[in-house]
């Protein structure tokens, strides 16, 4: 099983031609409403993946948390507190590229901290999830509690910060795009496992065995928001397989993830078995 840690938003994703520059107007195509959240996003799609996932954050005492939480509570076993004032928001646009800006307004998320019965549910996990979109003292809090019971912890430090030299010890597998690598590269020596996505190049797992890589999959790109949660969603549910499957499962995940539009992309464990046979 796998147990998420992290942020649930309302996204509010716009299609525009081109991204508008400072002072701009652009025309947009459409404009839809969905649950997001790196945290929501990675639960999801540890549950598609075929995992039992549990997601753990914290939403508002708006409208907003009511719609967030009944889109994931399908797919997602959620323990959401309520906190004052606003659930999270992403501000998301979407060019014809299928590039991506994104202003997030963290509301709710900032205010998340864990229950002993939460405690409780990430001891009893296999996987814990983590992402940096909610405070680190909780990401600490979770990662110790996830230690202490011998529950993998698995971090993608997303968006990058500056993170406390006594997180490191506890993460045994890192999740990181190029960019997060990159800024990250000496904490990153110390960890156990690190598995490095390069987008339509793919992605390898450097681990106690050695390096396993996985090709780039040539797909038809509609949208890469939440390519990188499909990704980690799939890699969490897949731990418990040798490193090339879970890595191959990971990558066929993400680059399933491109062709959807939406955060809330991530394939089922039946899409990728397909997409793998074929
Ligand atoms: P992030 O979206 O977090 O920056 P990446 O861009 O590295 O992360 O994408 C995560 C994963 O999604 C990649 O490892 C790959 O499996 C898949 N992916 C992303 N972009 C593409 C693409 N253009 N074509 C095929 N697969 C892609």
Redesign the pocket.
Known sequence: SVVVVGSINLDVVVSCERFPRPGDTVPGSAVSYGQGGKGANQARAAARAGASATFIGAVGDDDAADRVMSALSNDVHVRASRAPGQTGVALVTVDTHGENTIVVVPGANSLLTLSDEDRRVISASDVLLVQLEVPVPVVLDAARAAQQAGTTVMLNP?PVIDLPADLWPLIDVAVV??AEAHALRSPLDGVGTVVT????D??ELRGPDGLVRAD??A?A?AD?TG??DA?AGMLAASWHLPPAERLARA?AA??L??TISGAASAPTAADVDAFLRT
């Open positions: 997303s795009n190029r996505t390069v987008g339509a793919g992605a780039g999959i797909v790109v890469t390519a990188g990704f990558n993400g680059a993830a491109t």
